[in-house]
């Protein structure tokens, strides 16, 4: 393998949408929000290219007594950026030193991405080659077409690549076009994953 595209949340950058939610309304309330509402399908849809103001428009809509909640993930979002995945940055530091080509491919808002996503963390910026944010490109993981775009700008063939996320529906979409796929659980096992693919870590 020559280089690696990296899944950002929960991998690199841990992403806890209770607190952002609880920020607003209380951690009860931001409880009962994400078990009794639709959250991952509500928020994928701003993942693949919907506006935030639409999507809130929707939620008033349909579902108006979650209004305040779905309102307090959004103004708070920078509360659900907890910090790095412990052990997982060394990793993407350690294939930088080596001239490993790496970019990421996350499923993240075009809106809040570009509003936290580098301010928080640095290192997206510093180390990585590119990141390809689904939101921007309005095609969102598992669909081939975003492995396909990240190769692309990666300047390396599918075939040549790892690609590491922490849902195996998404690893399994990378690897029936042909990219090595891990299922991240935790760094230490990351890392043996990669050198067993012929990384240098």
């Known amino acids: 393998m020559a280089g690696v595209v990296w899944d950002l949340g929960n991998v690199l950058v841990e992403w806890e949408p209770l607190a952002a939610v609880a920020a607003g309304v209380g951690e009860t309330e931001a409880r009962r929000f994400l078990a009794e509402f639709d959250f991952g399908t509500w928020n994928a849809g701003c993942d693949a290219g919907r506006e935030w103001s639409d999507a809130l428009a929707e939620l008033e809509r349909d579902h108006p007594e979650w209004l305040p909640h779905g309102r307090a993930y959004h103004a708070n979002f920078a509360a659900s950026l907890t910090g790095e995945v412990p052990g997982t940055v060394d990793l993407v530091r350690r294939l930088k030193a080596a001239g490993v080509p790496q970019c990421g491919l996350t499923n993240w808002s075009h809106e809040l991405?570009?509003?936290?996503?580098?301010?928080?963390?640095?290192?997206?910026?510093?180390?990585?080659?590119?990141?390809?944010?689904?939101?921007?490109?309005?095609?969102?993981?598992?669909?081939?077409?975003?492995?396909?775009?990240?190769?692309?700008?990666?300047?390396?063939?599918?075939?040549?690549?790892?690609?590491?996320?922490?849902?195996?529906?998404?690893?399994?979409?990378a690897q029936q076009l042909g990219m090595a796929g891990v299922v991240f659980t935790d760094a230490e096992r990351l890392g043996d994953e990669l050198r067993a693919l012929g990384l240098p870590v």
Not at 140 to 148: H, T, V
Request: hydrophobic share 45%; glycine share 4%.
């Open 113 to 173: 991405y570009h509003a936290h996503a580098t301010a928080r963390f640095p290192f997206l910026a510093d180390l990585l080659d590119h990141v390809v944010v689904s939101g921007t490109e309005r095609i969102a993981k598992p669909d081939p077409r975003i492995y396909r775009l990240a190769a692309e700008r990666s300047g390396l063939p599918l075939e040549r690549l790892v690609f590491v996320d922490d849902k195996a529906a998404n690893v399994a979409s």
